[in-house]
């Protein structure tokens, strides 16, 4: 739901802009895989906007309303000013509060301190195997793209989720979100990590 939201935005902001500026903008492709401490980004060479899904989670109206405005501001602003222009400079903040009628900020003040990680589970023909895949190819998968064993050539099918909270003391700790990197990530001892949440449904033939 939370990508529906944001693509509906970014299509209300290009079609603002465009009637502002009384020109064309081409809307850019959304992806949302981005991770870490940011809450999004813009490309501008690539028409390309990247968003933290894990933020819109807890943030979303504020989210939607805010940081996609300020990712696009990030593309517009060039095509009318010029690429030499200061990334927050008075022209991006024109493009905020002239057109998308957004206050201007450089920085989001979203909580870094408890983040949740999600892996999918899925199964194939081979005996006791589980193959966890990452929320983007679950989301293909559950649109209709086939993922298959490089071992049995089996379809990939869904059994449960996992979900894994992760508190952090501090900002300085995020980095330990690559938890589920196959190569150990070593965390602060005041900084443990919690696995609450196993869901597990498993899909009948």
């Given at each position: 739901?939370?990508?529906?939201?944001?693509?509906?935005?970014?299509?209300?902001?290009?079609?603002?802009?465009?009637?502002?500026?009384?020109?064309?903008?081409?809307?850019?492709?959304?992806?949302?895989?981005?991770?870490?401490a940011d809450a999004g980004q813009a490309i501008y060479e690539d028409n390309l906007l990247r968003f933290n899904m894990?933020?819109?989670?807890?943030?979303q109206s504020h989210f939607v309303h805010n940081i996609v405005a300020h990712e696009i501001a990030h593309l517009i602003a060039p095509?009318?000013?010029?690429?030499?222009?200061?990334?927050?400079?008075?022209?991006?903040?024109?493009?905020?509060?002239?057109?998308?009628?957004?206050n201007p900020t450089s920085h989001h003040d979203y909580d870094l301190r408890q983040s949740r990680l999600y892996r999918f589970i899925y199964g194939c023909r081979c005996p006791q195997k589980e193959t966890p895949l990452?929320?983007?190819?679950?989301?293909?998968?559950?649109?209709?793209?086939?993922?298959?064993c490089a071992d049995c050539g089996g379809k990939m099918k869904f059994l449960y989720e996992e979900t894994r909270y992760l508190t952090f003391p501090d900002r300085t700790a995020r980095l330990a979100t690559g938890a589920f990197n196959t190569s150990p990530l070593k965390m602060p001892d005041s900084c443990p990590e919690r696995l609450l949440l196993r869901r597990k449904t498993i899909l009948p033939e």
């Open positions: 739901m939370s990508y529906e939201i944001i693509t509906k935005r970014v299509r209300e902001l290009i079609y603002r802009a465009s009637c502002h500026y009384d020109m064309p903008f081409s809307p850019p492709k959304v992806l949302i895989d981005l991770t870490g894990e933020f819109c989670r807890f943030n095509k009318i000013y010029g690429l030499s222009i200061p990334a927050h400079g008075q022209e991006w903040q024109e493009v905020m509060r002239t057109v998308f009628q957004v990452s929320v983007i190819r679950h989301n293909r998968q559950q649109r209709g793209i086939a993922y298959f």
